[in-house]
């Protein structure tokens, strides 16, 4: 995969970031779209199917419960969608609207488990798929990760004790077949 705007896979992403303003929002270690870049490429380099990559590249258009930040309202789903099609998009829509307080604790329950993740746009609460708590996972690992590697000293000293025990108690969900 390229980074090369002209060539990437992704074009109808990347012309639509640049459109609302990704590549000069300042975020941790340069900008929002090299940021989104990155997130997608640690992807890649972990075999994500294309879906998820895409979700990866895109997954800041709607803010998420950490990042206030909007590039698109809620009522222009249809537009991502027609961009990068409508399963990136629910991926998409679905990291966004992650109330991470209330979700995060049971994500990696064991099958046949109480599984309970609340909607923070809708306040909606239900057990999402495994497929969904798994691409949720390996995107939020991937975010996470990326910006533990770019930004500070302080922002590793202050998360990582978190993000470690939240990606421990996450691994089965990724490594166990039918979890």
């Not at 789903?77 to 990291?95: Q, S, T």
């Not at 746009?121 to 975010?143: C, I, K, V």
């Not at 590793?156 to 979890?179: D, K, V, Y």
């Amino acid at each position: 995969m390229t980074h090369s705007d002209d060539q990437h896979s992704d074009s109808q992403a990347i012309a639509l970031l640049k459109e609302v303003g990704a590549e000069t929002t300042k975020h941790s270690g340069g900008t929002l779209l090299v940021h989104l870049l990155r997130v997608e490429v640690m992807l890649a380099a972990w075999g994500a199917r294309p879906a998820l990559r895409t979700a990866a590249l895109c997954h800041a258009f709607y803010g998420t419960d950490g990042l206030a930040l909007v590039l698109l309202e809620l009522s222009e789903r249809d537009r991502l969608a027609a961009a990068i099609g409508r399963e990136a998009e629910e991926l998409v829509y679905f990291y966004a609207s992650c109330d991470r307080k209330a979700s995060y604790p049971t994500l990696a329950a064991p099958a046949g488990a109480a599984v309970t993740f609340r909607d923070r746009f809708t306040g909606e609460e239900f057990a999402p798929s495994l497929q969904q708590r798994r691409d949720f996972a390996e995107l939020t690992a991937a975010n996470e990760l990326d910006l533990a590697k770019v930004v500070n000293a302080s922002f590793r000293e202050r998360n990582g004790a978190a993000l470690l025990t939240l990606f421990t108690r996450w691994t089965p969900l990724l490594s166990e077949p039918g979890f």
